[in-house]
């Protein structure tokens, strides 16, 4: 059974930092593509990062310098390290597997106050 299990996520104030973690299980987590995705009220999913298997990384432009995506295979997991957060950043993080299947987490919420 594949698992997608996200953390880290929470109430911080604007100019803040979150680490959002997304543990991987049921998969050969080396071999995938893995993401971070958010939706914010009355708003489509957006890709936010993503890291390939080999480690190359993409990062939407309006988190380019203040977010960063990073894998760990040894621990099949994924993290999301989230620095100078605004208001707008308020959303559900997900976490998304991608190679021969695609699958998602649950999401977790991240509200940032002004």
């Known amino acids: 059974q594949v698992q997608l299990v996200e953390s880290g996520g929470g109430l911080v104030q604007a100019g803040g930092s979150l680490r959002l973690s997304c543990a991987a299980s049921?998969?050969?987590?080396?071999?995938?593509?893995m993401g971070w995705y958010r939706q914010a009220p009355g708003k489509q999913r957006e890709l936010v990062a993503s890291?390939?298997?080999?480690?190359?990384?993409n990062h939407a432009d309006s988190v380019k310098g203040r977010f960063t995506i990073s894998r760990d295979n040894a621990k099949n997991t994924v993290y999301l390290q989230m620095n100078s957060l605004k208001p707008e950043d308020t959303a559900v993080y997900y976490c998304?597997?991608?190679?021969?299947?695609?699958?998602w987490g649950q999401g977790t919420q991240v509200t940032v106050s002004s």
């Open positions: 998304r597997a991608v190679w021969s299947r695609d699958y």
């Open positions: 049921g998969i050969i987590f080396s071999t995938y593509t």
């Open positions: 890291i390939t298997s080999g480690g190359s990384t």
